[in-house]
C-alpha cells in the first residue's frame, strides 16, 4: 500500500519565476495496482515520481510506502524500496560493466554489500536462466559489457534489473518514449508481463494515451500539479482516446498524448 496524503511542491519560490508543480496531491494505491498517469507537460508527472523517490522532498504533505512514512528518508535508503526506469536508456545501467555485473548490483539493492563482492555461480545459471525470458539472447552474453547493447535491449535490462529483488513500487518514467515504435512495443510486453507475473504495484507515467488507455488497472490525469480524474476497472477498459480527449481537451494541449 502506498499513500500519499496533501503534498505540495514548488519551485523557485518567492520568485517571478515560481512554479507549483504539485499542490495539494492525495493518492492511495492499494498493493498490486497498475497505475498509468497522462498529463501535458508541466502537470507534475515527473515530479510527483521524484518526489515518492526521494530526489524532491515536498513542502508539505506525507508520503507513505506500506505503513512506512518515507517524506524526509533520503533517496538513498529508499532504493530498497523502489525500482525505477527513466525514458533514457542509458540511466539505468552501467555501461562501463558487464550484464552480469550489473544485475549483481540490482540483485543486492539494499543490501550491505561489505568488501567481498562478486557472482556466484549459482547466481550466474539464475541471471541467465531471468534473461532467457526476455527473448532477446542476452543470456548468452553475461561476460558482454552493457554498452554493445542496444538501447531496447538495454531497457529491457534495466526493467529485469528494477524487478529483480520484487520492489514495494515500480516507477515508469516514459521508459518505451526514446525507443523505435517496434522496440517500444516489445518492451511495453515485457513490463506487462512482469508487472502482471509478480504483481508489481506500479505507477507509469506516460505521454502516450493509448499505452495509458491499454496498460494497467487504472489511469489518472494530472492537470497544475492535482489528479484531474482518476479512473478503474470496465471504465477504464471501455475509454476511447476520443473520449478522454472530447471531455478533457482544454487540459490535454500535448498532441504526442494522442499517438
Known amino acids: 500500500m502506498v499513500k500519499i496524503e496533501n503534498i505540495r511542491k514548488t519551485f523557485k519560490k518567492g520568485t517571478i519565476d515560481e512554479k507549483v508543480a504539485i499542490d495539494g496531491l492525495s493518492l492511495d494505491i492499494p498493493d498490486g495496482d497498475f497505475i498509468t498517469v497522462i498529463g ?3 502537470a507534475g508527472k515527473t515530479t510527483l515520481l521524484n518526489l515518492i523517490s526521494g530526489t524532491y522532498t515536498p513542502d508539505e504533505g506525507e508520503i507513505y510506502i506500506d505503513s512506512l512514512q518515507v517524506t524526509r528518508l533520503p533517496e538513498y535508503r529508499r532504493a530498497k ?3 525505477r526506469i527513466f525514458q533514457d536508456p542509458l540511466m539505468g545501467t552501467a555501461a562501463s560493466m558487464t550484464i552480469e ?6 540483485d543486492l539493492r539494499g543490501m550491505h554489500r561489505g568488501f567481498k563482492w562478486g557472482v556466484s555461480k549459482g547466481r550466474r545459471d539464475y541471471y541467465r536462466e531471468i534473461l532467457r525470458k526476455l527473448d ?3 543470456e548468452n552474453r553475461l561476460k558482454d559489457a552493457v554498452s ?10 534495466t526493467l529485469l534489473m528494477a524487478t529483480l529483488s520484487l520492489p514495494h513500487l515500480l516507477l515508469l518514467d516514459e521508459h518505451s518514449a526514446a525507443l523505435d ?3 517500444a512495443q516489445r ?3 515485457l513490463t506487462e508481463q512482469i ?4 504483481s508489481l504495484t506500479t505507477i507509469m507515467v506516460t505521454h502516450n494515451m493509448q499505452q495509458a488507455i491499454k496498460y494497467g488497472n487504472r489511469m489518472i490525469m494530472l492537470h497544475k500539479g492535482n489528479i484531474q480524474f482518476d479512473i478503474s476497472g470496465e471504465e477504464k477498459t471501455s475509454l476511447t482516446v476520443e473520449e478522454v480527449v472530447k471531455k478533457f481537451g482544454a487540459e490535454l494541449k500535448d498532441e504526442t498524448l494522442l499517438s
Open 40 to 42: 501535458s507537460n508541466g
Open 81 to 83: 524500496y523502489l525500482g
Open 101 to 106: 555485473e550489473n544485475l549483481a548490483m540490482a
Open 136 to 138: 532477446l539472447g542476452l
Open 148 to 157: 554493445l547493447l542496444s538501447g531496447g535491449q538495454r531497457q529491457s535490462l
Open 181 to 183: 515504435p517496434k522496440t
Open 187 to 189: 518492451v511495453m510486453e
Open 195 to 198: 508487472i502482471n507475473e509478480n
